[in-house]
């Protein structure tokens, strides 16, 4: 039946499918929740049980330590995928298969994954972390129990954990739950690809045991932790999983990317670039109420004042002249020439400084809280890393 479908078509039934299908379930059994929280939870938030979305609570304090590392994680992983991408061709399928799954995981699992919950908690909902900072697990009954994908540890919980005790006792309940574990994965990896069927069961199994040994003998380590993450990994991102959807991505990735020339995506991107300047602008004009400077400035000698407006000023200036350089001088930065690639190094170097600066000099600690300077923060800090890449790309491109 499932012969000529395609396995994109197959994740998305196995995989979107399943998680609306329960989600349903739990909507018709579970109070249900109204106004803004019925959509949140069905579209916005992978776990299945909606009692965190039944109510709005007053919005959260965003962690910023945790959320910046977040977005950096994302937007790294982010990067990765398009680079795997335009060099899918010269990259061996084994390479690209694995390289590929983890940008992927960094991207989703631990860059959105992460984001995600602290969103939604500015939005009024008090929902939990999905991820836990899994790099910091001692053990695996650890990293499986309280730190990697938290919605689905709940889920395992409400609706199989819970009942297989009363049969099976703790440790054979949470066997059970291990390999309830590997059906799903089977379900959402070998289905799809149409082979490696028994891989991930096995993994997961795998697992249960080694969680059930070093409960028995008491072991905690780290290195043991993740040779039994990453070992047996091949068992569940098989080479029929690899081979029928992430090569294909990629490689569709890549000839959609191929279907202009590197100098028409600089072409947009210095347009964009330009534009972008003016967005800083927006954001300048903002710091001094925002910073609250007519209090610390007032703090200052007049002198000291007078050199603060300058530099600011020059630096406001600086930004100006970039944007109306880029703009006008747009065709000569496409075409290469020495003189502009030299005026595109300065850019990339400026800009290149200050996330070098927001990175080891700057601590998020020392930046006014609230949800909103948090992530203007974020997307700051994404704005100057991306017009550092443009002008670098201008200066060295040939």
Request: glycine share 8%; charged share 15%.
């Amino acid at each position: 039946m499932f012969n000529n479908v395609s396995p994109a078509f197959r994740l998305a039934l196995a995989s979107v499918g399943g998680v609306l299908a329960l989600k349903a379930v739990a909507l018709l059994t579970r109070r249900r929740p109204r106004g803004a929280g019925l959509p949140a939870f069905v579209f916005a938030w992978p776990g299945v049980v909606p009692d965190c979305f039944c109510e709005r609570r007053t919005p959260q304090i965003i962690d910023s330590g945790r959320f910046l590392g977040a977005w950096a994680r994302m937007s790294l992983g982010a990067a990765s995928v398009i680079l795997l991408a335009v060099y899918a061709p010269h990259i061996p399928g084994e390479v690209l298969g694995f390289a590929g799954i983890l940008a992927l995981l960094l991207t989703v699992h631990l860059g959105i994954g992460d984001v995600l919950p602290w969103l939604l908690r500015w939005a009024g909902f008090g929902v939990p972390l999905l991820f836990d900072r899994p790099w910091a697990a001692r053990s695996l009954g650890e990293f499986w129990g309280r730190r990697w994908n938290l919605a689905f540890v709940e889920m395992n919980q409400r609706l199989f954990l819970r009942p297989l005790h009363r049969h099976l006792g703790k440790s054979g309940a949470r066997f059970a739950v291990f390999a309830v574990s590997g059906l799903l994965h089977e379900a959402a990896l070998s289905f799809q690809a149409g082979g490696g069927w028994g891989l991930p069961l096995g993994y997961f199994l795998l697992q249960g045991a080694l969680v059930a040994i070093e409960e028995r003998f008491r072991i905690v380590n780290r290195a043991w932790t993740w040779f039994w993450l990453l070992a047996p990994a091949p068992w569940l991102f098989h080479w029929p999983f690899r081979r029928a959807l992430i090569l294909p991505f990629y490689r569709w990735l890549h000839a959609l990317i191929a279907q202009n020339t590197l100098s028409s995506y600089l072409s947009y991107a210095l347009y964009a670039a330009a534009i972008g300047h003016l967005l800083i602008l927006i954001a300048s004009f903002q710091a001094p109420s925002r910073l609250g400077w007519k209090e610390d400035i007032a703090k200052l000698t007049r002198f000291n004042q007078k050199i603060f407006w300058v530099y600011g000023l020059y630096i406001l200036v600086c930004i100006v002249s970039f944007a109306a350089v880029t703009w006008r001088l747009h065709d000569e930065f496409v075409a290469g020439e020495p003189a502009v690639r030299c005026v595109a190094g300065f850019i990339a170097a400026f800009w290149t400084i200050r996330v070098l600066v927001d990175l080891f000099w700057y601590d998020h600690r020392d930046w006014p809280q609230g949800n909103a300077m948090i992530t203007g923060h974020a997307l700051l800090t994404s704005l100057f890393c991306t017009l550092a890449t443009v002008y670098w790309f201008a200066a060295l491109m040939r």
